[in-house]
């Protein structure tokens, strides 16, 4: 996590010790015993019995699944578990997007890593064990026959499905390039 994010938790941490009177850990734990294995029913009880605006009830049922403690190195490492072949894959998209500008943020989540600036430019997602899928934000461009236009609504406005290192050419640079500089 950047040092970006980590001050948004510890406000946001803050924050509800501040409104509800008990520490952050509190309420963590008290999710953890309610007996609530799903995150839909955690949120609810939070919210409707505690009062919690969404975002406060989202982090502290995160918190309570571990989530906020995963690592991102071992997250990343999850993702390419059993397909090794496609880290090399992963390796070159990230090393592209870093040459982008000191403003690139590599955020990895459990099945995916986003490529962000002031939002995100990119989503690399490997989808099966022989393929990663990219997700760019291109609103307004055309489809190819590479560019996969997505549904309306999807997080990323287009997809390229990449399977060898020798895919991360220069087109695929190009369209990176162009989602970067829009974000």
Known sequence: MTDKQNAALDTMKTTIAD??????????????????EKHGEQMKMLKTEHGFGHGHAN???????????????????GQYEGKKNLKPVYDALEAFARSLGDDVEISPKKTSVAFRRS???????????????????????AGTLRL????????????????????????LKARMKEAYERA
Do not use: Y
């Not at 502290?60 to 403690?69: F, I, P, T, W, Y």
């Not at 309306?152 to 406005?157: A, E, I, L």
């Open 19 to 36: 409104k509800t009177g008990k520490p952050f850990d509190d309420w963590v734990k008290l999710v953890q015993s309610s007996g609530l």
């Open 148 to 171: 996969i236009e997505e549904k309306p609504g999807s997080m990323c406005t287009h997809k390229m499905k990449i399977q060898m290192v020798e895919e991360v050419d220069d087109e």
């Open 59 to 77: 982090l502290v049922c995160q918190a309570a699944k571990g989530r906020l403690d995963a690592d991102e190195g071992d997250m990343l490492a």
């Open 119 to 141: 939002k995100n430019f990119a989503v690399v997602t490997p989808a099966t064990k022989s393929r990663i899928d990219i997700g760019l934000n291109l609103k307004g461009e």
